[in-house]
């Protein structure tokens, strides 16, 4: 059913939550009983959030909800998690909206544990960035009160931790003791599994390893762990594993239920880059970064041409997972190299702090040099260097092409955010 706006009111401007939820600005909560088909709207929602990612509480006497600000505005939710948000709870019999964390920054993916004891969820830090790191929160149910499992990294130890950058945990991800809880994550350039231990804070890693492929969680049930495992050059195969007991974590053994072959033709490995001096950020010092680089194979004639694609977000990652655009392009001769810029996720909060009023400079200054260093090692034709991007990575394709005159032969772009003119009043990032 179409409802249609009151006559005089066609043209009225009503804010929305913006890419693929246009036209959406105010959602409601209901209640679907699914043995009558009966449809019953929750009422007396605080007129200044929008419900969403709703979950039963304990014993379905009520519902747990995020809550989002519609001021300072709605903008594009999809891509930017940053919404100021909050935890509520509202109880069925009599409406009462009460909100259960602290409403200062962002929330999202509450999941309640098996024992209906904890509630877990994801809380970013005061950096305003469209995705940033998270912190591991825990409010007690019974106690009512939150606490911190897993900070914020801000720049992490080499080879450590280096936070939580997931855009949502997954649906089922308690075990069964429910004292721990699995989450896939960026790490660096690749996505690895872990374990966290809700009483201790203790992040066991359950994928680290030589095997630089990446993992995603797809579910856990009785604390059988499905999972999928892909690299660059092999498509997803399917595994399975029972996650052992408390303090045993990294002795899981892992069955492949489905056993894809690498692809003949394509070779690739993580570069690490450290910037030029002149390039250092003043109050980030330090930062690497890096990128995925994939050639084809030995029996090219030739020096293969170099694909050069930035990630988009500004604040998104590649990771060493399967793609098909960049397995496509060796496949067909060229090589590719992928860059994780500073500001990309996985790399600790200061690295993406370290882009804000700086996009535009520290972000191209970064490709540049990620591709004139493998440039150097002669392997691929310096003469037939082509870029590709969407998004914020058309953005700097854009000012690639620009900056560097004739360095680059062709440049493929998508939605790429040039129009400077029409952001002005339609987008929350600063620079």
């Avoid at 201790?200 to 856990?220: I, K, N, Q």
Wanted: proline letters at 6%; aromatic letters at 10%.
């Amino acid at each position: 059913m179409i409802l249609f706006p009151p006559q005089g009111c066609q043209f009225v401007y009503w804010d929305d939550w913006g890419e693929a939820m246009t036209n959406k600005s105010t959602p409601v909560l209901c209640v679907l009983n699914i043995w009558s088909g009966n449809v019953s709207v929750l009422h007396g929602m605080p007129e200044h959030i929008s419900p969403g990612e709703a979950i039963w509480a304990p014993e379905d006497a009520g519902i747990i909800f995020v809550g989002r600000w519609h001021v300072p505005w709605r903008l594009g939710l999809k891509y930017c998690t940053n919404r100021k948000s909050a935890l509520y709870y509202v109880d069925l019999t009599g409406n009462e909206y009460l909100e259960i964390s602290s409403g200062i920054n962002s929330v999202h993916s509450p999941r309640l544990s098996p024992d209906q004891h904890h509630l877990i969820f994801l809380e970013g830090g005061s950096v305003k960035t469209h995705r940033q790191c998270y912190g591991l929160s825990l409010y007690n149910l019974d106690k009512k009160v939150t606490s911190t499992v897993v900070r914020i990294v801000d720049y992490p130890a080499i080879d450590g931790f280096t936070g939580i950058y997931s855009s949502a945990l997954a649906r089922k991800c308690w075990a069964t003791d429910s004292q721990r809880i699995l989450i896939d994550t960026s790490q660096r350039s690749r996505k690895d599994l872990f374990v966290v231990n809700i009483a201790t804070g203790t992040v066991t890693p359950l994928t680290a390893g030589p095997d630089t492929a990446s993992w995603t969680l797809l579910d856990v049930c009785q604390d059988l762990i499905v999972v999928s495992c892909s690299s660059p050059n092999c498509p997803p195969n399917l595994k399975v594993g029972f996650l052992p007991a408390a303090g045993h974590e990294q002795e899981i053994i892992w069955m492949a239920l489905s056993e894809d072959k690498p692809l003949h033709g394509i070779e690739w490995n993580i570069l690490t880059f450290t910037p030029h001096c002149e390039h250092e950020n003043p109050k980030f010092n330090g930062l690497q970064f890096e990128g995925i680089l994939l050639l084809p194979g030995q029996e090219q004639n030739g020096k293969p041409p170099l694909v050069v694609s930035p990630h988009g977000g500004p604040n998104s990652v590649f990771v060493t997972c399967w793609m098909l655009m960049p397995a496509v392009f060796c496949r067909l001769g060229y090589s590719v190299l992928l860059v994780n810029y500073r500001g990309s996720c996985g790399f600790g909060q200061d690295s993406i702090r370290s882009l804000l009023g700086n996009i535009g400079s520290q972000d191209v200054k970064d490709v540049q040099f990620a591709v004139e260093c493998v440039l150097k090692e002669g392997v691929m034709d310096s003469e037939k260097v082509l870029l590709i991007g969407g998004s914020h990575g058309g953005f700097i394709g854009c000012h690639l092409i620009g900056q560097y005159p004739g360095f680059y032969k062709a440049f493929a772009t998508r939605n790429p955010v040039i129009n400077l003119a029409s952001k002005l009043g339609t987008t929350d990032i600063p620079d």
